[in-house]
């Protein structure tokens, strides 16, 4: 075992792509991941599981078909599986993702925007 | 859907008991507690699943048989299962844990430390 934290802010200071999350952490076949974002996402859900967002930095708003919710920095949410959702932000935002290992940030809606999975920092 | 945030800093301040975790969040069968620590914990193990800690405030080492990890706001650190551990905090912190619902504070070690389970906030 390595006896050593895993901080944010140097995870952070590691990458400056956007919407291309980073996996800084596994506990057990959850993965944690960092991911720096701006504008706007694209629609989609993932079918088979919720999905934590928390903001780290900046602030993010996650849109839904029938309301949305704006969170800042110490704030977290929880998507509900098979409910699409659209993230936005309007200046850059730093977040932490928790979800299950294999899980594809643009879930059922593959686009330019996919990014590529297991991508350890 | 409830389009709240779920803050942080406003389910610390609903609660002041120590080594009591609060739960928060819940993502498929797992729980986000909040949990205020200061002093010594019970060592004990978790057999079936990791355990992450988040620290939101203050400093927390995590002791092991072979080592020890310490921790400050923005840290997190996942502890493998089956490995027996000590939080302490000299001064009052304030953790985000991440774990199975159902898993309980003291592990196997059933003391006047355990806690409670599914007490939201």
Chains 1, 2 share one sequence.
Do not use: C
Not at 23 to 40: C, L, P, R, S, W
Not at 76 to 94: D, G, I, L, R
């Amino acid at each position: 075992m390595h006896f050593k934290p895993i901080n944010f802010n140097e995870k952070l200071s590691k990458f400056d792509d956007l919407w291309s999350p980073k996996v800084i952490a596994e506990m057990n076949d959850y993965q944690f991941k960092t991911v720096k974002v701006q504008g706007d996402f694209v629609w989609h859900k993932h079918e088979d599981t919720d999905e934590v967002f928390i903001v780290l930095e900046g602030a993010l708003i996650i849109e839904f078909r029938n309301g949305e919710v704006a969170l800042k920095a110490g704030d977290m949410f929880v998507v509900p599986k098979n409910t699409e959702h659209k993230p936005y932000a309007e200046t850059q935002a730093s977040i932490l993702l928790v979800e299950p290992k294999g899980v594809v940030n643009t879930g059922d809606a593959t686009s330019e925007q996919t990014a590529e999975n297991d991508v350890w920092i």
